[in-house]
Nanobody
Framework: VQLQASGGGLVQAGGSLRLSCAASGRTLSSLLMGWFRQTPGKEREFVVHINWSGGSTYYADSVKGRFTVSRDNAKNTVYLHMNSLKSEDTAVYYC?????????????????WGQGTQVTVSS
């Protein structure tokens, strides 16, 4: 599975961005998809994951109510809609995938990773 994340950029605090993660090499519908983020010197942090149907999601408390994850299995793409962005959301955002499972919030639980896309929120 190859994952390609895109959509990052520079945005002012309070603004919005939408990240995309396009998958190839395997149908997305059989995979649990996750988003993580990382800042220099810190461990990779869980943001959200979404199951194959999109009916089950799990958000980190830090983004709950501001971020929304969705997926379009026909397009083999997962989206992360980020609203009310804060300076502390600044990070490189990664999408990740693994075979279906329950709650998976640790980076080592994911088998496939995209290259990351930079999100910078200016205050």
């Amino acid at each position: 599975v190859q994952l390609q994340a895109s959509g990052g950029g520079l945005v002012q605090a309070g603004g919005s961005l939408r990240l995309s993660c396009a998958a190839s090499g395997r149908t997305l519908s059989s995979l649990l998809m996750g988003w993580f983020r990382q800042t220099p010197g810190k461990e990779r942090e869980f943001v959200v994951h979404i199951n194959w149907s999109g009916g089950s999601t799990y958000y980190a408390d830090s983004v709950k109510g501001r971020f929304t994850v969705s997926r379009d299995n026909a397009k083999n793409t997962v989206y992360l809609h980020m609203n009310s962005l804060k300076s502390e959301d600044t990070a490189v955002y990664y999408c990740a995938a693994r075979p279906q499972g329950g709650l998976r919030s640790r980076p080592y639980e994911y088998d496939y990773w995209g290259q990351g896309t930079q999100v910078t929120v200016s205050s």
